[in-house]
């Protein structure tokens, strides 16, 4: 089966910049998980989907990140404004509902300079 | 709390011999057990999994033991090859009920000397 697409591999961006990051989950997974790894640390959950609803985003800065997930299928993940501390590899991760686990996809390197 | 974690942060073994990676986790209504192994520039890759009515489970070359009673999850690799060199990290769902939530630790670097 195909894998989670993500896009772009890398984005350089100044602070105060907007982004927006795209995941393409495998095909009927109902579960969605965007995360946040920063160098050197585990990957930390930032926003869980079900289907197209949020389950769970505690821990996302919705001062800052917003996701959507349109029709439950893709997602995209944005920040606006970026600030240095965000700069990280964003992960994107699907799963079949209440099975276990998660393919991850290779992930977006965002460098805020 | 939510956490997970491992004893250290890198580990160095030859070629040839068996490695081990350790892990504490907190949460003891975690139901399931994941390690994953990330190369560089590329996302985490699941490499085994044990439920927490199990305290051993065995795959090609990995066995994961789990031991509840002192909230401990080790990964064993044996006859470590050059590509098995990568970033393992355990995780565990800390939602047993309905869709997964899965908490990582924060990694172990294993390295393989030639």
């Known amino acids: 089966e195909a894998g989670v697409a993500q896009s772009p591999r890398y984005k350089i961006i100044e602070k105060r910049q907007s982004v927006a990051f795209w995941c393409n989950p495998i095909?009927?997974?109902?579960?969605l998980y965007w995360y946040q790894q920063i160098l050197g640390q585990g990957p930390k959950l930032l926003i869980q989907?079900?289907?197209?609803?949020?389950?769970?985003d505690s821990q996302l800065p919705k001062d800052r990140f917003s996701a959507e997930r349109l029709k439950g299928v893709d997602s995209t993940l944005k920040i606006q404004p970026a600030k240095l501390e965000d700069s990280a590899v964003y992960l994107c991760?699907?799963?079949?509902?209440?099975?276990?686990?998660?393919?991850f996809g290779s992930g977006t390197r965002l460098t805020v300079v | 709390g939510e956490s997970v974690g491992l004893h250290l942060p890198t580990l160095s073994v030859q070629e040839g011999d068996n490695s081990i990676i350790n892990c504490a986790y907190s949460?003891?209504?975690?139901?399931?057990f994941i390690w994953y192994k990330q190369e560089s520039g590329k996302g985490p890759q699941f490499i085994i999994d044990?439920?927490?009515?199990?305290d051993k489970r065995q795959g090609q070359r990995v066995t994961v033991l789990l031991n509840k009673t002192v909230k401990h999850l080790s990964l064993q690799i044996a006859a470590t090859q050059p590509g098995d060199s990568a970033v393992y990290f355990c995780a565990e769902n800390i939602s047993p009920q309905g869709a997964q939530k899965l908490v990582f630790g924060q990694g172990t670097r294993l390295t393989i000397n030639p």
């Open positions: 949460n003891s209504a975690s139901d399931y």
């Open positions: 991760a699907s799963s079949p509902t209440l099975d276990y686990g998660y393919t």
């Open positions: 989907f079900q289907n197209n609803g949020v389950v769970d």
């Open positions: 044990i439920r927490s009515n199990m």
């Open positions: 095909s009927g997974h109902a579960t």
